[in-house]
Nanobody
Framework: QVQLVESGGGLVQLGGSLRLSCAAS????????MAWYRQAPGKQRELVARITTSASSTYADSVKGRFTISRDSAKNTVYLQMNSLQPEDTAVYFC???????????????WGQGTQVTVSS
């Protein structure tokens, strides 16, 4: 089993910045991709950014140039630096990892509980 603990969400004003963190723990064998998704009220969950083991990253068009995803593989931690925040960035942000554990050798997705990000105008 993998536990994901997210932190760093909160209330920020238009144009402000936040840094989200997500630490994975448990009986982890390996983690490949790590990602952040978000879900705004009444909308579907969407991919914000994803990063591979080789640090190759992809971003949603709406956040390119403003958000940066990074990871510390030694700590099984993924970060999301969010700058120039806009009201439309308001959502619950979910951490996602794809990996294997000692009890489940088949790789699968694991999800965090989510952290609220609210951008006020």
């Amino acid at each position: 089993q993998v536990q994901l603990v997210e932190s760093g969400g909160g209330l920020v004003q238009l144009g402000g910045s936040l840094r989200l963190s997500c630490a994975a723990s448990g009986s982890i064998v390996s983690i490949s991709t790590m990602a952040w998704y978000r879900q705004a009220p009444g909308k579907q969950r969407e991919l914000v950014a994803r990063i591979t083991t080789s640090a190759s990253s992809t971003y949603a068009d709406s956040v390119k140039g403003r958000f940066t995803i990074s990871r510390d593989s030694a700590k099984n931690t993924v970060y999301l630096q969010m700058n120039s925040l806009q009201p439309e960035d308001t959502a619950v942000y979910f951490c996602n990892v794809y990996g294997r554990t000692w009890t489940n050798v088949s790789a699968r997705d694991y999800w965090g509980q989510g952290t609220q990000v609210t951008v006020s105008s």
